[in-house]
């Protein structure tokens, strides 16, 4: 058996053990918390651009042809939210006619679908800890019905 020790003998003892186990695993942990962050992050700048493209689908229902208005209603849903999307992020919608996707022409007829696409590039926190800022292309994309 072992002799017996006092408490407070044995915890003055491995007080040093524990800060080096602290240092060793404090570095792992907060980049674990980036990461998750950065993944929080993501999540939520998918979900305002999905919004973003679907109230731009809603308008382009009413106003197939009205491109610029389009890009204006992406825009602003997700400049609420805190997210700047420029017009080249928001490729021209596209109309279904008979199983094929163009470009939305001036004569769109009812009952068409009108897809409305947003690209967006979003810049991760954690690659800019160690290799420099990189980017993550998001691209969402509605589909709804011309009335």
């Given at each position: 058996?072992?002799?017996?020790?006092?408490?407070?003998h044995?915890?003055?003892h491995?007080?040093?053990?524990?800060?080096?186990?602290?240092?060793?695993?404090?570095?792992l942990?907060?980049?674990?918390?980036i990461?998750?962050?950065?993944?929080?992050?993501?999540?939520?700048?998918?979900?305002?651009?999905?919004?973003?493209?679907?109230?731009?689908?809603?308008?382009?229902?009413?106003?197939?042809?009205?491109?610029?208005?389009?890009?204006?209603h992406?825009?602003?849903?997700?400049?609420?939210?805190?997210?700047?999307?420029?017009?080249?992020?928001?490729?021209?919608?596209?109309?279904?006619?008979?199983?094929t996707?163009?470009?939305?022409?001036?004569?769109?007829?009812?009952?068409?679908?009108?897809t409305?696409?947003?690209?967006?590039?979003?810049?991760?926190?954690?690659?800019?800890?160690?290799?420099?800022?990189?980017?993550?292309?998001?691209?969402?994309?509605?589909?709804?019905?011309?009335?």
């Amino acid at each position: 058996m072992y002799p017996k020790q006092p408490l407070v003998h044995r915890a003055k003892h491995s007080t040093g053990q524990s800060l080096v186990e602290l240092a060793l695993t404090l570095p792992l942990l907060i980049l674990i918390l980036i990461g998750v962050l950065d993944l929080g992050r993501m999540l939520n700048a998918y979900v305002t651009i999905q919004n973003a493209s679907r109230e731009g689908a809603r308008y382009g229902t009413d106003y197939p042809n009205d491109i610029a208005g389009i890009r204006q209603h992406v825009q602003t849903e997700a400049a609420n939210s805190g997210i700047t999307i420029t017009n080249a992020m928001i490729p021209d919608p596209t109309v279904q006619n008979d199983g094929t996707y163009k470009d939305a022409p001036n004569n769109t007829q009812p009952n068409q679908s009108i897809t409305v696409r947003v690209n967006y590039p979003f810049a991760l926190i954690t690659t800019y800890l160690f290799a420099g800022q990189q980017t993550i292309q998001l691209s969402v994309s509605a589909t709804m019905q011309i009335k």
